[in-house]
């Protein structure tokens, strides 16, 4: 098959997936969210401050999708994707799922949701229990929530190895037994092990060999597949993101700054951080990189406690007005499905 024929095919079957996604009901819609934390201050005064990591930010996820969250480090990714679970308690803002606004349950009411979304954390080394057997990080769900019991519960974990690709006889074992790859697929399988309709990835392949990231993007996606999984992958690696991810939300100090489906962010960004971070995406040819410009942005992050007045990103920005010192822009639409912050573009 040559060349064309391949990208022909490629582009057929993506326009399938986006007709797919289009006919799915909305599983989560984020409002508004907010997420503060209190600063120590000085001693004896009154004067509180807040670190505002998530800041007004607003999007939904369509069931079946992957939705990528990009962005800096300390941008905020990660602080949402916990706001959502509610391992933190949001400041403000909604986080309607499902029809049932999260930010407003007790911790009692959370617990059937908290079935129904898992989280795959960053660390494959700190998020698994060292003195637990893989068998007992997998089964504490499944307990928990009452779901088997017996022999039916242990098939259950042996069917979740296989399908992380471990064996049933490295049930026995303990985590420091095993690489950060294969950590990272019990991790795997203990969010997959309550049956959720939601996974949070955080950052899932960043601790990883780069030769092992590849093979656990490709499980995600057949995992995705098998049991009708919907994701938001949280991610600083753009080349990544965009093989996995639908639609792509770009972040910047805790707001996002533009929203669009991930081949078109890549055909064209708009907003001037996306580009700056598009152009810093190795390219394994070097003819190709001498002919990308890369877009160096000078100044510094401006602090998350005491953020300026105006867009965030204005003291940074190659395109920066007056305007941008004094409004905050709002996300506005371009085009079909794509939405930008910025007074300029």
């Known amino acids: 098959m040559s060349d ?3 990208s022909n095919n490629q582009t057929v079957q993506n326009q399938k997936a986006d007709i797919n996604l289009m006919d799915k ?26 670190l505002k990591a998530v800041d007004d930010v607003s999007f939904s996820i369509k069931r079946g999708e992957t939705f990528g969250l ?8 990660s602080t949402t994707g916990r ?5 933190y308690q949001a400041t403000g803002g909604e986080i309607n799922f499902d029809g049932t606004d999260l930010a407003k349950l007790s911790e009692k009411q959370m617990k059937p949701y908290r079935k129904r979304i898992q989280m795959i954390f960053q660390d494959p080394y700190a998020s ?11 089964g504490e769900g499944i307990t928990t929530h009452e779901l088997y019991t017996g022999k039916v519960k242990q098939e259950r974990i042996h069917d979740l190895l296989q399908h992380v690709g471990l064996k049933k006889d490295h049930a026995n074992r303990y985590p420091h037994e095993f690489s950060g790859g294969q950590r990272q697929r019990i991790g795997i399988a203990r969010a997959l092990a309550v049956e959720p309709e939601l996974i949070i990835c955080d950052e899932p392949i960043s601790a990883l060999d780069v030769s092992i990231q590849a093979q656990v993007v490709n499980m995600l996606e057949d995992i995705q597949d098998e049991f009708d999984l919907t994701y ?3 991610a600083h690696d753009l080349s990544m993101v965009k093989h996995i991810s639908d639609r792509i939300g770009v972040m910047y100090l805790g707001k996002l700054v533009e929203v669009c489906g991930s081949r078109e962010l890549y055909k064209n960004p708009i907003h001037p951080y996306t580009r700056a971070l598009l152009s810093s995406i190795p390219i394994p040819d070097p003819n190709l990189t001498r002919k990308n410009k890369r877009i160096i942005l000078k100044g510094d992050v401006p602090s998350p406690i005491d953020p300026p007045v105006g867009c965030r990103f ?9 305007r941008c010192k004094q409004e905050d822009p709002q996300l506005r639409e371009m085009a079909p499905g794509h939405v930008v912050s910025c007074h300029n573009v």
């Open 83 to 87: 706001t959502i679970l509610r391992l």
């Open 232 to 234: 938001l992958f949280i």
């Open 4 to 6: 064309k024929q391949t």
């Open 25 to 50: 009901k909305t599983l989560i819609e984020v409002k508004d969210l907010k997420k503060y934390f209190l600063q120590k201050g000085k001693l004896f005064s009154r004067q509180k401050s807040y």
């Open 314 to 322: 204005a003291s940074r920005c190659p395109i920066m007005t007056a």
């Open 128 to 138: 698994l229990n060292s003195r637990m057997t893989v068998n007992e990080i997998i």
């Open 70 to 77: 990009v962005g800096e480090s300390g941008c905020g990714k």
